[in-house]
C-alpha cells in the first residue's frame, strides 16, 4: 500500500479560509491601517489580497494575487487613504485563484457603488448563480462572494437603505459568511444566522473596526468590544453603530475547526482562547492515547499548543522537534513523488539534536489525505529517533466541508478509505491516535456557542447538496 500520487501543493494539508478587516475613522489613514490588520490576518489565506476605501464618498481600490507584503506598496496605500476602508486575504474554497476573484469585489450600479468582502461559502450557488444570469447578471469572477455582492446590489433598488438591502438580501441566502459592506456613507458587518464563521468589532480612538479574528483588532492598536451574534448586521455612519437583529435565530454553529487550526492562537473566538482550546485537545488526547515515549513534539504551527497539552498531562518532556522555514511564502503545485516529497524538506526540518535516541510523540492537527504524514515522520526517523508515536488533535475527516474550510470530498479523506491501523502503517507511525468526538465536545468549554462538526459526523446544521465531485 502507498500513498495517493495526486499533485499537491507545499502544505498538502488544510487550508486556511478568508480573512476581512474593516475600519470606519474620522482622521483617515484607513488603507494604512487595514494593511496590519490584513497582515495579522494573513494565516487565514495567503493566495491574494485587497483593499478598497472611500474618499469624499469616492470609492477606490487595489487588489492582486499574492501576500500583503507583497501586493501593496508605500504608494499605493496613500492612494487609497480615506476614512472608511475594508480588506481581504483569500485563499481560495470556491472559485479558482486568479487575480479577478481577489477581493474587495467591487460593484457600480444606479445606488452608487459598493465593496464587498467575505469570508465563507454559500451553498446551491450553481442554483443562485442561474437565476441572477436569467435576470440579465453577467459574471466576472467564479467566486460565490459574487453572487452576495449581486443580491445585495438588487436588494437595494427596492429597499430605502444599503443596510435594509443587506437584510433582505442575507435572509435569502444560505450557507457561511461572515462579510463586510461599504458604500459612500456607511460600513456594514453582517454575520450569517448560523454563526459558522467569527466576526468581532472593536474600536480604536474614535477608529471603529472590525475583523475575523480579535488578534487583528489587537495588532493595529484597538481593543475588542465583542463578536456579531450569528445573524447581526452592525451599521457605522459618521460614527455612530446601529444593530440590526432582524435575522437572529438565537443559533450558533461556529465551526470548530478554527480551534483546532485556522485562527491564530492569540485569538480569542466566543469568549474561548484558542491557545487554551489547542492545549486542552492536547491534555484530551494524553488521557485517551497515553504512550511510553522519552518526548513530545509538535508539527508547526497549530500542533504546538497541543503538544504543549499532551506533554502537561503526559508529564513527557516538551522538545523542539522541527524547524519551520518561514520564508516559505504561497504554496506551489509539485507535480511528482520526489518533488512532493522536496516539497515538505524545504518547509520542514526535524532538530537531530532534540530527536535522536528518543521515543517520540509527534503532534499534528489533523490528517486529511494522509499525503504529508509519513514524509514528515520520515524526517523524525532520519534525525534519529527510535520510535515515532503520532497524535492527532482532531477526530477523523469522514466528509466535507460545504461552509468555507479545503476538506474535499470523500473520495480524497484518507480515513473514509483505510482503517486506523491502515492509516498507522501509511503514515510509518509506530502508533497512531485521534481525539474523539467526545473528547471534541470539551476542548472549548468557554466557548459561548454551539458548534458545527460536520466534517466529523457528516451530520451539518442546514441542509447541504451532495458533492459533485
Given at each position: 500500500?502507498?500513498?495517493?500520487?495526486?499533485?499537491?501543493?507545499?502544505?498538502?494539508?488544510?487550508?486556511?479560509?478568508?480573512?476581512?478587516?474593516?475600519?470606519?475613522?474620522?482622521?483617515?489613514?484607513?488603507?494604512?491601517?487595514?494593511?496590519?490588520?490584513?497582515?495579522?490576518?494573513?494565516?487565514?489565506?495567503?493566495?491574494?489580497?485587497?483593499?478598497?476605501?472611500?474618499?469624499?464618498?469616492?470609492?477606490?481600490?487595489?487588489?492582486?494575487?499574492?501576500?500583503?507584503?507583497?501586493?501593496?506598496?508605500?504608494?499605493?496605500?496613500?492612494?487609497?487613504?480615506?476614512?472608511?476602508?475594508?480588506?481581504?486575504?483569500?485563499?481560495?474554497?470556491?472559485?479558482?485563484?486568479?487575480?479577478?476573484?481577489?477581493?474587495?469585489?467591487?460593484?457600480?450600479?444606479?445606488?452608487?457603488?459598493?465593496?464587498?468582502?467575505?469570508?465563507?461559502?454559500?451553498?446551491?450557488?450553481?442554483?443562485?448563480?442561474?437565476?441572477?444570469?436569467?435576470?440579465?447578471?453577467?459574471?466576472?469572477?467564479?467566486?460565490?462572494?459574487?453572487?452576495?455582492?449581486?443580491?445585495?446590489?438588487?436588494?437595494?433598488?427596492?429597499?430605502?437603505?444599503?443596510?435594509?438591502?443587506?437584510?433582505?438580501?442575507?435572509?435569502?441566502?444560505?450557507?457561511?459568511?461572515?462579510?463586510?459592506?461599504?458604500?459612500?456613507?456607511?460600513?456594514?458587518?453582517?454575520?450569517?444566522?448560523?454563526?459558522?464563521?467569527?466576526?468581532?468589532?472593536?474600536?480604536k480612538?474614535?477608529?471603529?473596526?472590525?475583523?475575523?479574528?480579535?488578534?487583528?483588532?489587537?495588532?493595529?492598536?484597538?481593543?475588542?468590544?465583542?463578536?456579531?451574534?450569528?445573524?447581526?448586521?452592525?451599521?457605522?455612519?459618521?460614527g455612530?453603530?446601529r444593530?440590526?437583529?432582524?435575522?437572529?435565530?438565537?443559533?450558533?454553529?461556529?465551526?470548530?475547526?478554527?480551534?483546532?487550526?485556522?485562527?491564530?492562537?492569540?485569538?480569542?473566538?466566543?469568549?474561548?482562547?484558542?491557545?487554551?482550546?489547542?492545549?486542552?485537545?492536547?491534555?484530551?488526547?494524553?488521557?485517551?492515547?497515553?504512550?511510553e515515549?522519552?518526548?513530545?513534539?509538535?508539527?508547526?504551527?497549530?500542533?504546538?499548543?497541543?503538544?504543549?497539552?499532551?506533554?502537561?498531562?503526559?508529564?513527557?518532556?516538551?522538545?523542539?522537534?522541527?524547524?519551520?522555514?518561514?520564508?516559505?511564502?504561497?504554496?506551489?503545485?509539485?507535480?511528482?513523488?520526489?518533488?512532493?516529497?522536496?516539497?515538505?524538506?524545504?518547509?520542514?526540518?526535524?532538530?537531530?539534536?532534540?530527536?535522536?535516541?528518543k521515543?517520540?510523540?509527534?503532534?499534528?492537527?489533523?490528517?486529511?489525505?494522509?499525503?504529508?504524514?509519513?514524509?514528515?515522520?520520515?524526517l523524525?526517523?532520519?534525525?534519529?529517533a527510535?520510535?515515532?508515536?503520532?497524535?492527532?488533535?482532531?477526530?477523523?475527516?469522514?466528509?466535507?466541508?460545504?461552509?468555507?474550510?479545503?476538506?474535499?470530498?470523500?473520495?480524497?479523506?484518507?480515513?473514509?478509505h483505510?482503517?486506523?491501523?491502515?492509516?498507522?502503517?501509511?503514515?510509518?507511525?509506530?502508533?497512531l491516535?485521534?481525539?474523539?468526538?467526545?473528547?471534541?465536545?470539551?476542548?472549548a468549554?468557554?466557548?459561548?456557542?454551539?458548534?458545527?462538526?460536520?466534517?466529523?459526523?457528516?451530520?451539518?446544521?442546514?441542509?447541504?447538496?451532495?458533492?459533485?465531485?
Open positions: 500500500m502507498d500513498l495517493p500520487q495526486q499533485a499537491q501543493p507545499i502544505n498538502q494539508g488544510l487550508h486556511e479560509e478568508c480573512g476581512v478587516f474593516g475600519i470606519y475613522d474620522p482622521a483617515g489613514g484607513c488603507a494604512q491601517t487595514t494593511y496590519y490588520g490584513l497582515y495579522a490576518l494573513q494565516h487565514r489565506g495567503q493566495e491574494a489580497c485587497g483593499i478598497a476605501a472611500i474618499n469624499n464618498r469616492e470609492q477606490s481600490f487595489y487588489k492582486d494575487v499574492g501576500l500583503v507584503s507583497e501586493v501593496f506598496q508605500r504608494e499605493t496605500l496613500e492612494r487609497l487613504n480615506g476614512t472608511m476602508a475594508v480588506g481581504h486575504v483569500r485563499y481560495a474554497t470556491t472559485g479558482a485563484g486568479e487575480r479577478e476573484n481577489a477581493q474587495p469585489l467591487t460593484i457600480k450600479y444606479v445606488k452608487g457603488t459598493l465593496a464587498v468582502v467575505h469570508n465563507g461559502n454559500l451553498v446551491g450557488i450553481d442554483r443562485l448563480r442561474q437565476e441572477f444570469e436569467y435576470k440579465g447578471a453577467i459574471f466576472h469572477t467564479t467566486s460565490d462572494s459574487e453572487l452576495i455582492a449581486y443580491a445585495i446590489a438588487q436588494a437595494r433598488l427596492h429597499c430605502g437603505s444599503v443596510e435594509q438591502a443587506v437584510c433582505r438580501a442575507t435572509a435569502e441566502l444560505k450557507g457561511a459568511f461572515s462579510l463586510l459592506v461599504m458604500s459612500p456613507q456607511k460600513l456594514i458587518a453582517c454575520r450569517d444566522p448560523w454563526g459558522f464563521r467569527p466576526l468581532c468589532m472593536g474600536r480612538g474614535e477608529a471603529i473596526v472590525f475583523a475575523s479574528e480579535s488578534c487583528a483588532i489587537q495588532a493595529v492598536g484597538g481593543h475588542v468590544e465583542r463578536e456579531l451574534e450569528p445573524g447581526e448586521i452592525v451599521v457605522v455612519q459618521d455612530e453603530i444593530s440590526i437583529r432582524d435575522n437572529c435565530r438565537g443559533e450558533s454553529h461556529l465551526c470548530i475547526f478554527e480551534y483546532i487550526y485556522f485562527a491564530r492562537p492569540d485569538s480569542v473566538i466566543a469568549g474561548q482562547s484558542v491557545h487554551q482550546a489547542r492545549v486542552n485537545a492536547g491534555r484530551l488526547l494524553a488521557r485517551e492515547h497515553p504512550v515515549a522519552d518526548l513530545v513534539v509538535g508539527v508547526p504551527d497549530s500542533g504546538l499548543d497541543a503538544a504543549r497539552g499532551y506533554a502537561l498531562e503526559s508529564g513527557i518532556p516538551l522538545g523542539m522537534g522541527f524547524v519551520k522555514n518561514r520564508y516559505v511564502g504561497r504554496t506551489f503545485i509539485t507535480p511528482d513523488q520526489a518533488s512532493r516529497e522536496q516539497a515538505v524538506r524545504i518547509k520542514l526540518s526535524a532538530l537531530a539534536s532534540e530527536v535522536a535516541g521515543r517520540v510523540v509527534m503532534v499534528d492537527d489533523s490528517i486529511v489525505r494522509g499525503t504529508t504524514c509519513r514524509q514528515i515522520i520520515n523524525l526517523r532520519e534525525a534519529g527510535t520510535q515515532v508515536h503520532m497524535r492527532v488533535s482532531a477526530p477523523p475527516f469522514i466528509a466535507p466541508c460545504y461552509f468555507g474550510t479545503d476538506i474535499p470530498n470523500r473520495e480524497k479523506l484518507i480515513a473514509c483505510h482503517s486506523l491501523e491502515e492509516i498507522q502503517h501509511l503514515a510509518g507511525a509506530d502508533s491516535g485521534y481525539l474523539s468526538l467526545e473528547s471534541l465536545d470539551k476542548l468549554p468557554d466557548a459561548k456557542c454551539g458548534f458545527c462538526r460536520g466534517c466529523f459526523t457528516g451530520e451539518y446544521p442546514i441542509e447541504v447538496e451532495e458533492e459533485n465531485s
